[in-house]
């Protein structure tokens, strides 16, 4: 370079010579040129002679480096990774605004010198008019002989402002073309950086395809500049797809980041999929204990709330209260690494606009787990079709295994999965809203089937405690649904679960009325040995008893579906309406509920029953001995029952302990006063003698009578014991006293010997022996 600038002052000079020589007063010798031209050529030699010499030194300095085995003085770069790349990509993101700024800028001068220059053509055209104007207002008085001329003019005038027009509209456009054509500078290093994030999910995906044990725990810890990665793609892609064109010359770049993008995405999806299904703590001992505890705990607190509800007349929540807090979880799923891995990849599934496919991977996945959780638990998955086709036998032995799964689905599975969708979605509170509603959806759904199909099935009386066991369970178990599920959400369910619950009470309150049928419906001619408690009797006040264990809920299930009761219905006959209208007060003279009006119409339809089946005895005594045993029996199970004493009340009960006594005093007139007729002293004496031979007619009809009594009625039955020790106490203290008398007053007319032991075949203990034997239900 410093030879071409001497050659420069050389060509100056000599022209500063020539000019000098054209003037005479300036003229200068010509030896005087030719020596600075010599000087000029020895300082050319001797620059080249110094670059030469140092071009050899440096050359001998490195082949003397490279002998002594030295390196170059430069260090090789640092090799490019992708932590680099990410700064970098970082930096350039951050800046990214700045540089649209400027751009804009950019844009926007061009636009504001474009409008300018509009305005001052515009100026421009305004002057050239209001010229025309001036100059046809002068010409005007020739305008009538140049008419031909001026049309002319005129249309060529149009067609000037028309290419006018459409000349600055093609100046426009290549103004904006020229704008648009300075297209946003994208650094060296994006290239590289897409290279490296290829190369690192290649990695993963070969080796996630080689050993699948490696799946699901490689991220993040192995490698967090990954998922940095992953996010910074995403910005760069919608950053710079916002403000570069496809179809631009940097379209290729755009469509190249969009499609590694989506490589990544879906790697991520089948990396979700993979730690949601495997990952799960597998302490299935534990969780089942706790999942035992929880719904055990709830399940109290539950009969404790419903009773409470009871109390206050409704059995829906109050709007204005804040429901009770689902107790938290006491199992985690997933450990704390796997919840961060899955909620990280969910986070960037979201950002990357794969939000459709996360949420589907999300519901799909855990159902199946959920599905699989209540089938380890004794839960087998039932449609309404294939419940109305299996015997109730069988749906019988899988109703409490239902419940129980109801139960602990309510109170602990769903709060878990709640919690869960909360901690994944943390950041997306309506997200997972709709996640946890579909999920709810499904799985109460697929509950609700099971009750709707067993509510359709044949109504029989046996089934009734089991329907009202379901209903319980439908009814208690609904305070988790306020506190995990959306307000909306929660709406729905409570409505879906009131319905089958109304369907399940609609049910139970026709087989509880269809009671009256059967009872009417047992029409059998043959009497009971031994006047028996019925089995009818037995029956219909065990049911009672049992109903009246449920007595809160039953009460609950006429009062919310007593619309069930209909006037044509043929659980009630017509003819006994008016008998079973003083059952419709209690003792206190309030009205019955619907519940405890029906019990007493049953009872009341049980006693006409038993009263028309002692018409089958022939016997006085056994009818009265059968009808003491029924009434009894009824008292003994109502007193025994306080549920039940409560609905019949203490006025019934006398009532009915007043007809035993009567059937009692009945039994022993047509009984014990007729055998004591045989020992009355009626026509014995004659004019104060003793007439021996009807003193021993009277001793044989006695023994007679008395043998007969015994035969018979040491058949009879009479199982309640206390009535069984009454009826002995109160025979033993009418006859033997009677007995003793006669015995021994007249005994001594009898000749001692033959006669006594012919006539006089009891004595007084052994007649109190052989009551001591009756009533025990012997064979003969």
């Not at 369970?473 to 305070?479: E, F, G, I, Q």
């Amino acid at each position: 370079m410093f030879f071409f600038s001497s050659t420069d002052t050389l060509a100056n000079n000599q022209a500063e010579n020539d000019e000098k020589n054209t003037d005479p007063d300036n003229a200068v010798p010509v030896s005087e040129s030719a020596k600075s031209s010599n000087e000029e050529g020895e300082e050319k030699i001797t620059i080249d002679d110094q670059t030469e010499k140092r071009e050899e030194t440096e050359t001998e300095d490195k082949a003397e480096e490279m002998e002594n085995g030295g390196e170059t003085e430069e260090p090789p770069p640092p090799p490019y990774t992708l932590e680099t790349a990410c700064e970098d990509i970082e930096h350039f993101l951050t800046n990214f605004s700045s540089i649209l700024k400027d751009e804009e800028e950019k844009k926007n001068k061009v636009e504001v010198e474009v409008e300018v220059e509009a305005e001052a053509e515009a100026e421009v055209k305004e002057e050239e008019e209001e010229e025309k104007k001036e100059t046809d207002v002068d010409e005007k008085k020739a305008e009538d002989e140049i008419n031909e001329k001026e049309e002319v003019e005129e249309e060529t005038e149009v067609e000037a402002k028309k290419e006018e027009e459409v000349d600055e509209k093609e100046v426009e456009k290549e103004k904006e073309a020229e704008v648009e054509a300075e297209e946003l500078k994208i650094p060296e290093f994006v290239e590289k950086y897409l290279d490296l994030v290829e190369e690192k999910l290649s990695s993963f995906e070969s080796s996630a395809s080689s050993d699948t044990s490696l799946k699901g725990y490689q991220l993040p810890d192995a490698d967090p500049s990954f998922f940095k990665a992953v996010g910074q793609m995403t910005k760069l892609y919608k950053d710079l797809s916002a403000h570069i064109k496809p179809e631009s010359k940097q379209g290729t770049l755009i469509n190249r980041i969009s499609a590694i993008q989506h490589q990544t995405m879906c790697y991520l999806e089948e990396e979700f999929r993979y730690i949601l299904e495997e990952s799960r703590n597998e302490e299935t001992d534990q969780i089942q204990e706790a999942v035992q505890e929880v719904a055990d705990a709830a399940a109290k607190q539950d009969a404790d709330a419903a009773a409470k509800e009871d109390a206050d007349q409704s059995t829906e929540p109050c709007e204005d209260n804040e429901p009770p807090a689902a107790e938290d979880p006491k199992f985690e799923e997933y450990s704390g690494n796997v919840l961060v891995n899955i909620t990280k990849i969910a986070d960037e599934l979201i950002a990357g606009g794969h939000e459709l496919e996360c949420c589907e991977i999300y519901m799909i996945t855990r159902r199946h787990v959920l599905g699989e959780t209540l089938k380890n638990i004794g839960y087998e998955k039932i449609s309404i079709e294939e419940a109305q086709k299996t015997p109730w036998e069988s749906l019988e032995r899988d109703i409490p295994s239902w419940i129980q799964t109801f139960k602990q689905c309510a109170n602990v599975h769903l709060p878990a999965e709640r919690k869960l969708v909360q901690t994944i979605f943390s950041g997306y509170s309506s997200l997972s809203d709709s996640i946890i509603t579909n999920l709810a959806r499904c799985l109460f759904l697929q509950f609700l089937d099971f009750p709707e199909a067993v509510a359709f099935c044949k109504l029989t009386p046996e089934k009734l405690f089991k329907f009202l066991d379901m209903y319980e369970a439908l009814r208690d178990n609904l305070s988790p649904i306020d506190s995990v599920f959306p307000k909306e959400c929660a709406r729905d369910l409570r409505k879906e679960i009131k319905a089958c619950r109304c369907r399940i009470g609609e049910a139970t309150i026709s087989i509880f009325c269809d009671l009256e049928n059967a009872i009417k419906s047992d029409t059998g001619k043959i009497p009971v040995p031994g006047g028996a408690v019925h089995p009818l009797t037995r029956y219909i006040m065990n049911y009672l008893k049992y109903a009246c264990e449920y007595k809160d809920t039953i009460e609950q299930v006429f009062k919310d579906h007593s619309k069930i009761e209909r006037a044509d219905s043929t659980s009630r006959p017509r003819n006994n309406v008016s008998r079973s209208e003083k059952y419709k007060k209690n003792d206190a003279g309030e009205d019955r509920p619907p519940f405890q009006a029906q019990l007493m119409r049953i009872i009341d339809l049980l006693e006409q029953s038993i009263d028309s089946k002692s018409m089958l005895y022939k016997d006085v005594p056994l009818s009265c001995i059968f009808m003491m045993n029924n009434g009894s029996y009824m008292l003994q199970k109502i007193k025994g029952t306080p549920e039940l004493y409560e609905v019949v009340g203490d006025n019934w009960c006398r009532s009915r302990s007043f007809d035993v006594r009567n059937y009692h005093k009945v039994y022993q007139r047509e009984t014990w006063l007729k055998l004591l007729g045989c020992i009355s002293n009626q026509g014995l004496t004659v004019k104060g003698k003793v007439v021996k031979p009807v003193l021993k007619e009277k001793f044989k009809n006695f023994n007679a009578m008395f043998d007969e009594i015994y035969r018979t009625q040491s058949t009879w039955v009479v199982s309640d014991k206390q009535l069984q020790s009454e009826l002995r106490v109160s025979i033993a203290s009418v006859v033997i006293p009677a007995y003793r008398s006669f015995l021994g007053r007249y005994a001594g007319y009898l000749d001692p010997g033959r006669q006594t032991e012919k006539y006089i075949k009891y004595q007084p203990d052994d007649i109190e022996t052989y009551i001591d034997e009756l009533f025990d239900g012997r064979k003969n």
